[in-house]
């Protein structure tokens, strides 16, 4: 078969050694691109996951700090005054900042964290209930 310059296309095939030099054709250099493009993407989405999950971990420690003072503070009172009400509304709010990171991570189901963190029925009636706040002093 002879091209349009009139050489025998057997001729313009490069050597073997071609190959092991780097002197890859057209075609197979531009495949590697899109890989070479996607490396910085699968970088920065492994960066993004890794940050959800520091995030989860960071809220659930609140949540269980949270949780564990307005326990500690239900065995050394028992009574309902207006510092255990202000340790419900932390609670809460820690149990409503955990279940919203863990829904953007794709955990959606509630009862397994109700169940694991032991959350007392106040507290989750009252998620994502908030009270206004004072602003902060100067």
């Known amino acids: 078969m002879a091209s349009s310059q009139g050489r025998d296309a057997t001729s313009m095939r490069r050597p073997a050694s071609a190959w092991s030099r780097g002197n890859e054709p057209r075609e197979r250099a531009s495949a590697a691109k899109p890989i070479a493009r996607a490396a910085p993407v699968v970088a920065l989405d492994y960066e993004i ?24 503070y239900d065995n050394r009172h028992g009574e309902r005054d207006a510092e255990r009400a202000q340790l419900v509304a932390d609670a809460s709010e820690a149990l409503w900042c955990f279940m919203v990171q863990r829904e953007a991570c794709g955990l959606r189901d509630p009862r397994p964290v109700i169940r694991d963190y032991r959350v007392p029925a106040e507290v989750y009636a009252r998620m994502g209930v908030f009270t206004r706040r004072r602003p902060a002093p100067p």
């Open 49 to 72: 996951a890794q940050e959800r999950a520091g995030a989860l971990g960071r809220l659930g420690r609140a949540l269980e700090a949270a949780l564990a003072a307005l326990s500690e």
